[in-house]
Structures are given as C-alpha cells and as structure tokens.
C-alpha cells in the first residue's frame, strides 16, 4: 500500500527562521514522483517541486530546499529565512507511474510564520 | 497555461437539495479529471477518477449514488452531490490530466469548491 507521512501536525517559528517540514513516504513501486504543494487560506493548491525517483539530487529554489533520500524514503522541505507569507498548509504527496496514477497525500503540516 | 476552474468556488444550500459543481480544463483537454473532498483541518481525500467518456470509478466508501460524476467532455467534469446533508459540507477540488502535458501527466488543481449544507 502507498502512505504518505507528515508527522508534524502543526509548527510555529517566528520570522526569518529557519524550518523543516518532514515527510516520509511507504510505497513498493520503484518509479514514482513526489510533490509538495502549499494551501494558503485561500484554498487553491499551490505546486511547488516535483520530483521523480530516479533524481535524488537535492533542489533548491530561493528560499526553498528539497532533501531527497530514497534510503529513508523522505522528502523533506526546507524554508530558509521564513517569512509571514510562508504560512499555510502544507502537503506532501506520492504519485505512482503505474496504475491508476492516483496522488496519495499526507497529512499536512500546518506551518505559522510569526512576525 | 494549464489552467483549471471550478465554478462554484462557494455554495450554500438546504438539506435535502442537489448541488452540481464544474470542473474545467480552460487551455487543454483533459482525458482524465479527479475529485477530492477536504474536510476542515484534514487532507485531501480522492472521491473518484473520472474519464472522459467513460463511467468514474470510485474509491471505496464513497457513495456512488450520492456524489454523481459526469465527465461529457475533455474540458468538463461535473460533480453533483444528491439530496446533500449536513455532514456532506466540506471543500471539493477537482484536478484534471492530460497524457502528454507534461514530463509526467501532470495534475493541474482547480481553487476549489466550498459546499455548507443548512
């Protein structure tokens, strides 16, 4: 079975800190993409990285970082220098090449950016 | 590009009433639409897979008479929740595929639909 895991619920920092959104995923197939997507208030989802199974080099876009390793099965998401506007939900998710290419999401981490 | 709408983004109705939600692919043809439910403080749940032409499949607990999905065209897919409740309020989204859009038929989110049943 396909699980995505975001252990940390809930995080709280105060601006310009640095944070880590955990994630760790449980899937059998060796050919996958992982996602994060942020939702802000608003609603929509926002897509922010893609990342496929063969590529575990690291990402990084400005204030974003990406930490893909296929040994623990993470994928986790780095905000540097956070700032208010960072706070929203935040999901990890699994999609699978094969099969009903369906996205398994995680939890969600709710992230709060104190000025 | 890539854009998906969903109309309405906010809904309220009776209990007891029907409510239709679109889905729309605006700037490519989506042979394959999906429908997911959030409830308040929880992640995105997939209702159903719905392809063009073809009868959705649902995923297990979701009831297929309750939440009706048509999927007439490659830019449209519409959800219509049945004599809707109470606990039927929730926020739906919709995402639509096209093979070939992308490196990897990649899903395009639409803003979302909120639903409150009195």
């Known amino acids: ?115 | 590009g890539a854009v998906v709408s969903q109309h309405p983004s906010w809904v309220i109705c009776k209990s007891g009433t029907s409510v239709k939600i679109e889905c729309r692919s605006l700037d490519f043809q989506a042979t394959t639409m999906f429908w997911y439910r959030q409830f308040p403080k929880q992640s995105l749940m997939l209702m159903a897979t719905s392809n063009e032409g073809s009868k959705a499949t649902y995923e297990q607990g979701v009831e297929k008479d309750k939440f009706l999905i048509n999927h007439a065209s490659l830019t449209l897919s519409t959800l219509t929740v049945t004599s809707a409740h109470p606990e039927d309020s929730s926020f739906y989204i919709c995402s639509a595929r096209s093979p070939g859009r992308g490196p990897r038929d990649e899903q395009f989110f639409g803003p979302g639909t909120r639903l409150t049943v009195l």
């Open chain 1, 1 to 115: 079975a396909q699980k995505v895991t975001q252990a940390q619920t809930e995080i709280s920092v105060v601006e310009k800190e640095d944070v880590t959104l955990d994630c760790v995923y449980e899937t059998r197939d060796t050919t996958y993409y992982l996602f994060w997507y942020k939702q802000p208030p608003s609603g929509e989802l926002v897509f922010l990285i893609r990342r496929n199974s063969f590529d575990e080099q690291n990402e990084i876009s400005g204030r974003y970082s990406w930490n893909f390793q296929k040994s623990t099965s993470s994928f986790n998401f780095t905000i540097t220098a956070s700032q208010v506007v960072d706070s929203a939900v935040y999901f990890c998710a699994l999609d699978l090449l094969q099969g009903a290419q369906k996205l398994v999401f995680g939890q969600g981490t709710r992230l709060t950016i104190n000025p």
